[in-house]
Each structure stands twice: as C-alpha cells, then as structure tokens.
C-alpha cells in the first residue's frame, strides 16, 4: 500500500473522476475589474485536469453570468450564460489538459453577474489522478 492509501491494483486507480464547487454565487454585478472568489480546490496528490462545466440553478431575467477557472493565477477556461438562463440549463467545454502537483490550488472565480434572481451555479471539474512516487 502506498504512503496515501493509493495502489496501482486499485481498480478506480487512474479513472476519469469528478469533483464539483456546488451552490456558488456572485451577486448582481456589472464586471467592475474585480473578480471575486467562488471556490477553491486544492490537489492532495498529482491530477490532471480535463474538462469543466457549470450548470445554472435558477432562470434568470435579463442578463449574463460569466465564470472563470484558474490553476493558481493562469485561466484554464471561461465559461458564461447568456441573456435569460433556465434553471438546469449547462455549459461547458473541454480545456487542454493540465496537470497539477499535490498542493496545487484549481480556483473558480465569478467575472460578470447581470442576471436577476442571482443565480448559484454548481461547476464540475472532470479530472484522472496521476501516478506518484509513492504509488505502488
């Protein structure tokens, strides 16, 4: 067994996983040049990162949502609603696959916010674990 519990003869080793930032808000807001903080994800061991998407959680009237992840300060993807969201509406995008050591940090940031009522998004990160010296 290895240092965290991680074997190679584990079945699930090495599969296509998903870890989600569930029921973030931003407020009503123009993009005013401030970008605040919706989530934070820090790696416990090796990942690469593969996908993303975010899923609305209310219909919304008459403005955008935009949303942004980051591996520490650099943009993996923006992804955003437009005009008028429905409630369970998603969207999402494939990113180029980035790897990210143990203590890495993925954060998830709300960039623009016109729609009314606010709408808390859940955004899903797809990711595989990568192998470690202390695998075995």
């Known amino acids: 067994m290895s240092e965290y519990g991680r074997s190679y003869s584990d079945p699930a080793y090495g599969e296509r996983k998903i870890f989600s930032f569930s029921r973030c808000s931003m407020g009503t807001r123009a993009s005013d040049g401030t970008?605040?903080?919706a989530g934070i994800f820090t790696a416990l061991h090796p990942i690469t990162v593969q996908d993303w998407e975010i899923s609305c959680s209310a219909t919304g009237d008459g403005g955008a949502s935009a949303w942004v992840l980051k591996k520490g300060t650099t943009a993996?993807?923006?992804l955003t609603f437009v005009t008028n969201p429905t409630a369970g509406t998603s969207v999402s995008a494939a990113l180029t696959e980035t790897a990210l050591a143990a203590?890495?940090?993925l954060n998830l940031y709300s960039a623009l916010s016109t729609a009314s009522p606010t709408p808390f998004i859940t955004a899903r990160v797809w990711y595989r674990e990568s192998f470690a010296d202390g695998d075995n």
């Open 35 to 37: 970008v605040p903080e």
């Open 76 to 78: 993996l993807g923006t």
């Open 103 to 105: 203590g890495d940090t």
